[in-house]
């Protein structure tokens, strides 16, 4: 495995070492331009959170989105780009916390089960499921840390603000894992999202009010 696979400060690779005889892949996933972007980013997703980053090759994320490695390439630029993409939580976090403090828990809840079901998986999980080096897992653990707990915890009054905000994290944490283990076809698969919310929020709103 060459250096620009196993390292997390890799140069960027370009698209003509991976091209070849792969162009009419390209231009055919070039056309279904959105639906790709977001397949290669849920392919990376999956493999970052399974193996380490070392592991990792442009070519098998290829292979598990279905679109060219040139592909990949010319859209992140480097498997180094890729991986910052994947360790990032502010969009899922700008959806998450895009309500008002009164109403938040339970926005919280529906707009967890609508992520799931959208990017078919969880926003947040990787953050613990990660099997990365150590490094790989520091950083990916201080991305959350300051993309959602301590944004959270900036946003939210009175005391133990900071505690309040890593035990709601931590809520959403356990509300994504017991989705995955019971519900792997979708929370719709029993009670609706609705129900969840009604179940689920108002300890979450509790932590948010500080009562």
Excluded: C, W
Excluded at 85 to 110: I, K, M, N, Q, S
Excluded at 147 to 170: F, K, M, Y
């Amino acid at each position: 495995m060459s250096s620009t696979e196993g390292s997390l400060t890799a140069v960027p690779a370009t698209a003509g070492t991976e091209a070849g005889g792969e162009a009419a892949a390209a231009a055919g996933a070039e056309t279904g331009a959105e639906t790709g972007r977001e397949a290669i980013v849920r392919a990376a997703r999956r493999a970052f959170t399974l193996r380490p980053y070392a592991e990792v090759t442009m070519r098998g994320i290829a292979a598990d989105a279905g679109v060219s490695p040139s592909l990949i390439v010319k859209r992140f630029g480097s498997k180094e780009a890729l991986f910052n993409t994947v360790v990032d939580f502010r969009a899922a976090a700008d959806e998450l916390f895009a309500a008002a403090r009164p109403g938040l828990g339970r926005h919280l809840v529906l707009t967890m089960v609508g992520l799931r079901d959208r990017l078919r998986g969880d926003p947040l999980l990787r953050v613990v499921f990660s099997l990365g080096i150590e490094d790989e897992r520091t950083l990916l653990r201080a991305r959350f840390r300051e993309q959602v707990t301590d944004r959270l915890a900036a946003a939210l009054t009175g005391p133990d603000a900071q505690l309040r905000a890593e035990l709601i994290a931590g809520q959403l944490l356990g509300l994504g894992a017991t989705l995955s283990l019971h519900r792997p076809d979708g929370a719709g698969s029993h009670a609706g999202p609705e129900r969840l919310a009604d179940l689920y929020a108002p300890g979450l709103q509790r932590l948010i009010d500080g009562a």
